[in-house]
């Protein structure tokens, strides 16, 4: 896979982070997760094929151990706050200075500088910090944040990961690594870069939700079936519309112009009629081989169950029989091969991983039995 051998040190984290971290593993990476000590269950489901190691970073020699382990490694994902990482004595300065080669990648909401470099904060905030929040929801109705995905994984995980991997490409000509900060108000704002650089031709003029692609446009919006699913409809370009118009069996000279504004409102009652009238299915069977770029809103217990996502095997079972997506995006000559065993227990992994970056067995079995690791290995049953 086109990360084959390279050391990831992931520190166990929430949403982004983890996301990070599984993303390089599905493309080939080796990531170990480093857990706390006494800690139940793991938080992190998105687990697929990392390993845990259990260390108890409150004790000096624990801290000591994970710097060995950062030492051996490519890159080091840490999700904490600004400065938690000096205070432990794990800093990009300490680090670096023993690793030149490792990546310490830096994943937080606000930077590692600036008036908030040092707030609490989740998905909402970053979202509302970098502009876009504003733009998000239904005409007179408030801001609405659609899930926590522009900034958790796409201004966060997704964004972190390609920061990892572009290190790395650099480090293949330097030799030397680099720290990755990753701020997730600015990797979603980045994200929503066209929404800056589309101001200029109009695109948002109005107020928020009666534009053309926020759901004001009666050709790009959502509609309720007979059977209450949903279709959603993208029908922006002239002929793609008219194709729309056929689909629903309305006649074009009976309606308002395709771009006359101030008549959307009406149009979306007309098309609200015409969608009620037939379920789902109905409407699948009506526009699918059609350019009128209507699809049915799939929920996640039905995407991979339809035909264009079968025949791509563009979802996944894991071992426990439950399903998520493939990695994405697809390469032809080393395409990413996701594990499909159970998630880790937390320090499942602890002494195989410790002896394969030099602890000795008895080394690994003195810090057991001081707390300063824990060996979780699964036993097997005969």
């Known amino acids: 896979m086109a990360l084959a051998g390279v050391r990831v040190i992931e520190l166990a984290g929430l949403a982004p982070a983890p ?7 599905d493309f080939g990476a080796r990531v170990i997760r480093v857990d706390k000590t006494k800690v139940a269950m793991a938080m992190d489901t998105q687990a ?21 382990l950062c030492v051996q490694s490519d890159v080091l994902i840490e999700p904490f706050r600004h400065g938690v990482m000096e205070k432990l004595g794990l800093g990009p300065e300490e680090l670096l200075k023993e690793n030149p080669r490792l990546i310490y990648a830096r994943l937080t909401g606000y930077g590692q500088t600036g ?7 989740h998905d909402i905030n970053y979202l509302a910090m970098s502009g876009l929040l504003s733009m998000l929801g239904r005409s007179q109705e408030k801001p609405y944040a659609p899930l926590n995905l522009v900034a958790d994984f796409a201004g966060g995980g997704l964004t972190c ?14 030799g030397k690594g680099q720290v990755v900060d990753a701020s997730m108000v ?5 994200v929503g870069s066209f929404m800056w650089k589309s101001r200029s031709i109009g695109l948002w003029n109005r107020g928020r939700g009666e534009n053309l692609l926020d759901s004001g446009a009666p050709f790009y919006e959502t509609y309720r079936t007979s059977d209450g699913k949903h279709m959603a409809v ?15 069996g309305l006649d074009a000279s009976d309606l308002p112009a395709q771009m006359s504004i101030s008549d959307w409102p009406e149009m979306k009652e007309t098309f609200t009629r015409a969608f009620g009238s037939k379920t789902q299915a109905e409407w699948g069977q009506i526009f699918d081989g059609t350019d009128a770029c209507v699809t049915p809103v799939l929920s996640l217990d ?3 169950s339809h035909p264009h996502n079968q025949q791509r095997g563009s979802f996944l079972r894991d071992a426990q029989g439950e399903e998520s997506p493939r990695p994405a995006p697809l390469l032809t000559r080393s395409p990413a091969q996701p594990c499909l065993a159970r998630d880790p227990f937390i320090g499942e992994h602890t002494r195989p991983v410790l002896h394969d970056f030099g602890f000795a067995a ?3 079995e003195q810090m057991e039995a001081a707390g300063i690791v824990e060996c979780k290995e699964t036993k097997a049953r005969l």
């Open 48 to 68: 697929r094929g990392k390993q845990s190691v259990a260390i108890n970073l409150k004790h000096p020699l624990g801290v000591a151990v994970l710097k060995r």
């Open 19 to 25: 996301f990070c971290g599984m993303i390089l593993a």
């Open 362 to 364: 008895a080394e690994i």
């Open 186 to 190: 600015e990797g979603a704002a980045y």
């Open 302 to 304: 039905d995407v991979s």
């Open 234 to 248: 993208g029908a922006i370009e002239p002929q793609f519309y008219d194709q729309l118009i056929h689909g629903l």
């Open 161 to 174: 990961a390609l920061g990892i991997v572009l290190a790395l490409l650099e480090r293949s000509t330097s």
């Open 115 to 121: 008036s908030y470099a040092k707030a609490a904060g």
